[in-house]
């Protein structure tokens, strides 16, 4: 039986002074659903607009930073026919998910994507809103003439622990691996992978070569046969790289919607909306993104909208309750293992 893990950041913790949400995280999920529901609301409008061809708004521009996955998995197309329509350009900067949260904040751009949700009391991104609008999936990539086809969760977990070292542990050739990872800990991927697999946002992984974003992660497992590292799916799919298939299930769309591929993640557009005079053209372009036209665009994509998978919110809760469970198991072996005549 394929082992469960759970999704987004469900536990407390602490990371550089910083609280990783736990019991708030419903309160978060709320927030969003309400917060979609109102941009739902207003998608038939923005269906309407698409179907009738471009108006007659002034031009403008809107800036937008984020993750290079978001970027890839919908932005750059939503935001084309978006222009197309509504004569609104978009400039587009990656750099990473907490690029697109902090960037926001301190209003150097209008609008902004990230991978990761906010880290709860980190003043950099408090009062950031964030609205998904896709689903993205964490997928293990390495070169394409990689024999090697197939990795479980405790085959990850012990790759980023430096349990595992050569390929011939994971059925490939004897070849010393070389585990490329993100820079810092609250990266999209690394923050998610933390808490997905260990449920600890301050894991130390124990990586080869360390990386400032995907992008250059990606290229170098396409150049590197010995290397393997952990994208977005949305960013990596893009890539001439061989994306192994995660406890038997391949990480394609239809296992990434029905939940099968365990390591799926929501994609968030940010903005803040106090004293923003963008915010009606913001909500505008959320509401787009939300409707009929703006998911269609998302599928072609091979990406799977919010709205198409909104039942995958629903298992948050479940799957916390799972990581928390495991976290408490750790700290009361640990704590066991501290105690006089307990030690080996």
């Known amino acids: 039986m394929a082992a469960q893990l759970p999704v987004l950041l469900p536990v407390c913790s602490k990371v550089s ?53 978001t970027k890839k998995a919908f932005m750059k197309e939503l935001a084309a026919e978006y222009e197309r329509i509504y004569g609104v350009h978009f400039e587009l900067e990656g750099g990473g998910a907490t690029k697109g949260i902090r960037r926001v904040k301190e209003r150097s751009v209008e609008i902004g994507g990230s991978c990761r949700p906010k880290i709860s009391g980190a003043p950099e991104e408090r009062f950031v809103r964030m609205t998904p609008v896709a689903w993205d999936a964490l997928v293990v990539m390495v070169n394409k003439d990689n024999p090697v086809s197939n990795i479980s969760l405790r085959q990850v977990k012990e790759l980023y622990e430096g349990k595992i070292t050569n390929w011939k542990e994971l059925g ?116 787009f993104a939300l409707s009929k036209r703006g998911r269609e665009i998302i599928r072609a994509q091979g990406v799977v909208p919010y709205l198409d998978a909104i039942d995958l919110s629903s298992k948050l809760k479940e799957q916390r309750k799972t990581v928390r469970a495991m976290q408490e198991q750790r700290m009361t072996k640990k704590e066991t293992n501290k105690k006089p005549g307990t030690e080996k």
């Open 17 to 69: 002074g910083s609280t990783y949400p736990g019991e708030k995280l419903v309160k978060y999920t709320l927030i969003a659903l309400f917060g979609l529901l109102l941009a739902v609301s207003s998608a038939n409008a923005a269906d309407s607009k698409a179907a009738g061809g471009k108006g007659t708004e002034a031009s403008k521009t809107l800036h937008w930073a984020g993750c290079g996955i």
């Open 172 to 287: 490939g050739n004897d070849a010393p691996i070389e585990l490329l990872v993100r820079k810092g800990k609250i990266s999209g991927v690394g923050l998610t992978l933390r808490q997905l697999v260990w449920g600890n946002p301050d894991q130390e992984f124990k990586g080869t070569a360390e990386f400032p974003s995907s992008g250059p992660l990606e290229k170098a497992v396409v150049k590197n046969p010995n290397a393997i590292g952990i994208s977005g799916i949305s960013s990596a799919s893009k890539r001439d790289v061989k994306l192994l298939a995660l406890e038997g299930k391949a990480p394609n769309y239809e296992n990434i919607k029905s939940g099968h591929y365990l390591l799926y993640r929501p994609l968030y557009i940010t903005y803040m909306s106090r004293n923003n005079p963008q915010l009606k053209e913001i909500k505008r372009f959320i509401s």
